[in-house]
């Protein structure tokens, strides 16, 4: 019955301290590689949102000025810009991500957000946008009706209500891809995977797994990149290749690492993480100063008065230091049954994880966020 009282007490701690561990689980190749060359791109542009119920903006912006002005003329309107009234249009900036192997024709979403004083693009309609690639080229032209999932409304004077942002909106299957960025993988024979934490280690056991798999395929270049020669025989059947590829397991591995987060008081230690011999004291000195008032009173039919005085009591209490001493074989588990054990607190535990870093007993990185 002690031994489940102790083990319930030990998991509670854990709870309420706010202790977590790190173990690097069997996953697959996919979930910590990706391919080279597939990757997506960001478009940006610059339109307007007609439309607006009177919440453009004003006449001092002077670019919804010009632009209108520009657009009116490429449809053959001349008109003086200074007596232009603007406030059912926003300029706006329109974003959005071009995801690999999108084929022309294709529609994407776009981000549309007020760049000038306009209080809401609610309502309003995107005209015809290019957005432009890092390049300058036009990959995509956006057009539509903007959602902005907010709203503001109020009397004007001073008593409004707001939800959200309604000065940025969505434009869901908005822009027409017009132009692809495809790179043509595997068209020299070979691909390279790309690791998301580059590890020396885990590079080397990632070609290791692909070289059981096909014999003499893959080699690793360097930490953070895995090259694989395609077999004959998959040249024209490159997505089953890499499909084999990424479901194939595989044990990444970490550096030692500590994380601390000190407003939190979490702390999460990685699988590896182990202390040379260590002897840890906990403890702490209270001190309690109480201030009291006296009251002084002369004898009846005396000449003498009331006297107040005031008293300070000072009482000091050291608290018992816990010390333990951790074997140069500790590991995570050590460590955390040892603190525990002394009843540290997550403070505490921040505390002396600091102190053995700085005696260099331990080996791992100390993070602190």
């Known amino acids: 019955m002690k031994k489940w009282i102790a083990l319930f007490t ?24 990706k391919v080279q060359g597939v990757r997506a791109n960001q478009l940006v542009g ?7 119920n009177g919440t453009g903006d004003s006449n001092k912006t002077l670019e919804v000025l010009q632009s209108v002005t520009n657009m009116l003329r490429r449809f053959g309107v001349t008109i003086d810009a200074a007596s232009l009234k603007t406030k059912n249009v926003a300029a706006v900036t329109v974003t959005a991500t071009l995801p690999p192997f999108v084929r022309e024709g294709d529609t994407i979403d776009v981000t549309v957000s007020s760049m000038g004083d306009a209080k809401s693009i609610q309502g309003g309609t995107l005209i015809q946008t290019p957005l432009l690639a890092g390049n300058g080229e036009v990959y995509a032209v956006a057009q539509g009706a903007v959602s902005t999932g907010g709203f503001t409304a109020g009397t004007g004077g001073g008593n409004t209500r707001q939800k959200n942002f309604p000065t940025v909106g969505l434009t869901p299957n908005g ?5 692809t960025v495809e790179e043509d993988l595997g068209k020299d024979g070979t691909i390279s995977l790309s690791l998301a934490q580059p590890d ?3 590079a080397a056991r990632i070609a290791q ?10 080699t690793a270049s360097n930490p953070g990149r895995v090259d694989i020669h395609i077999p004959p025989h998959f040249r024209n059947n490159l997505v089953s290749f890499v499909a084999g590829i990424e479901e194939l397991p595989i044990m990444p591995d970490n550096i030692a690492k500590v994380v601390v987060n000190e407003r939190t008081g979490t702390i999460v230690m990685g699988g590896e993480v182990s202390v040379d011999s260590i002897a840890i004291a906990q403890g702490g000195i209270s001190i309690s100063i109480e201030k009291e008032e006296d009251v002084s009173q002369p004898t009846p039919f ?8 005031k008293n300070a009591s000072v009482d000091v209490n050291e608290e018992h230091a816990n010390t333990i001493v951790l074997d140069a074989t500790a590991n ?7 603190l525990n054990s002394v009843g540290a607190t997550p403070r505490d535990i921040i505390s ?13 990185e100390l993070e602190i966020i």
């Open 209 to 218: 797994t692909i070289n059981m798999r096909y014999a003499g395929a893959a």
């Open 332 to 338: 995570v588990s050590d460590i955390v049954g040892a």
């Open 302 to 309: 005396s000449v003498g008065s009331t006297v107040v005085t």
């Open 352 to 364: 002396i994880l600091q102190a053995i870093k700085a005696a260099g007993a331990l080996h791992a």
């Open 10 to 33: 030990v998991v509670l701690c854990l709870a309420v301290s706010g202790l977590a561990f790190a173990e690097a689980p069997v996953t697959r190749i996919k979930d910590i590689a």
């Open 200 to 202: 020396f280690t885990t």
């Open 46 to 52: 610059y339109g307007l949102v007609m439309g607006l």
């Open 175 to 179: 822009a027409i891809v017009e132009r």
